[in-house]
C-alpha cells in the first residue's frame, strides 16, 4: 500500500538544518549535513542527514531525485573517510517508523564505529 508521509518542519533534525539549533557539524553540503549524535552509541558516532525535507529512508528513495540519492550516499561516503571509519570498519543504520524505533521523523543514518559495535539486533527479551 503506498504510503503518504507528511514532513513535520519542526522535527528537531529541522531546526538543526534551518540553523535554530547547534549542532557538532562535520561535514555540509548541497545534499547532506553531518553531525555527531548527542548520545554517542559508539566512540564515534555520527549522522548524517539529507538537506531535503524526506520523512525516512523509504520516503527517501521513492520521493528524492536521483541527485538528491548520489548526493547523499556520496556525503556519506566522504564522512565515513573523513571521521576515519573507513580503515577498520563501521556500522550503518537508518531506523525507519514505530517497529523500526526511529525518534526523529527526517531521514538520518547513523554511522558508528572507532571499536567493534556489539552485534547487529538486540533480541527481544
Ligand atoms: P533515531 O532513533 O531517530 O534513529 O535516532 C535519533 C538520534 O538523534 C538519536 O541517536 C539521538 O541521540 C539523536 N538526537 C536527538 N536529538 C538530538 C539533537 O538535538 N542533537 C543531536 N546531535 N542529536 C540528537
Given at each position: 500500500?503506498?504510503?503518504?508521509?507528511?514532513?513535520?518542519?519542526?522535527?528537531?533534525?529541522?531546526?538543526?538544518?534551518?540553523?535554530?539549533?547547534?549542532?557538532?557539524?562535520?561535514?555540509?553540503?548541497?545534499?547532506?549535513?553531518?553531525?555527531?549524535?548527542?548520545?554517542?552509541?559508539?566512540?564515534?558516532?555520527?549522522?548524517?542527514?539529507?538537506?531535503?525535507?524526506?520523512?525516512?529512508?523509504?520516503?527517501?528513495?521513492?520521493?528524492?531525485?536521483?541527485?538528491?540519492?548520489?548526493?547523499?550516499?556520496?556525503?556519506?561516503?566522504?564522512?565515513?573517510?573523513?571521521?576515519?571509519?573507513?580503515e577498520?570498519?563501521?556500522?550503518?543504520?537508518?531506523?525507519?517508523?514505530?517497529?523500526?524505533?526511529?525518534?526523529?521523523?527526517?531521514?538520518?543514518v547513523?554511522?558508528?564505529g572507532?571499536?567493534?559495535?556489539?552485534?547487529?539486533?538486540?533480541?527481544?527479551?
Open positions: 500500500m503506498a504510503v503518504t508521509y507528511t514532513y513535520d518542519d519542526e522535527n528537531i533534525f529541522a531546526k538543526i538544518l534551518k540553523g535554530e539549533i547547534p549542532c557538532n557539524e562535520v561535514y555540509r553540503d548541497e545534499y547532506a549535513l553531518a553531525f555527531h549524535d548527542i548520545a554517542p552509541q559508539a566512540p564515534t558516532h555520527i549522522l548524517v542527514i539529507p538537506t531535503g525535507k524526506y520523512v525516512s529512508i523509504d520516503d527517501f528513495g521513492t520521493n528524492a531525485s536521483a541527485e538528491e540519492v548520489t548526493g547523499f550516499y556520496k556525503a556519506v561516503a566522504k564522512v565515513a573517510e573523513q571521521e576515519g571509519l573507513t577498520n570498519g563501521f556500522r550503518t543504520i537508518a531506523n525507519t517508523g514505530d517497529h523500526g524505533g526511529q525518534e526523529v521523523p527526517h531521514y538520518h547513523h554511522l558508528l572507532g571499536a567493534k559495535v556489539g552485534p547487529m539486533v538486540m533480541k527481544a527479551a
